[in-house]
């Protein structure tokens, strides 16, 4: 099982939440908070269903309240190694 990048973040943002953001950008201020890039704990919880989805598995509902794209995907990323 593969890590999920700041790529795909970028575009499970604009798959589930409708936020535009590049991913350079995410990358760069991956410790900003979510709000900085328009993105809110709704959606938020979009991107954690469709993660939920493709790899068949709940994450922790930590995951709903990181607060920047580095946290959430740490947290992602080590869920799913753990469980792997």
Not at 44 to 66: F, K, S, W
């Amino acid at each position: 099982m593969s890590d999920v990048t700041v790529d795909e973040l970028a575009a499970l943002m604009k798959k589930a939440a409708g936020v535009t953001v590049d991913p350079r950008d995410l990358e760069a201020r991956s410790e900003s908070p979510f709000d900085t890039f328009g993105l809110d704990s709704l959606g938020l919880l979009g991107i954690v269903g469709e993660l939920e989805n493709r790899y068949a598995r709940p994450l922790p509902t930590d995951a709903e309240r990181c607060k920047t794209p580095s946290e959430f995907l740490n947290l992602v990323n080590s869920t799913l190694t753990a469980g792997a």
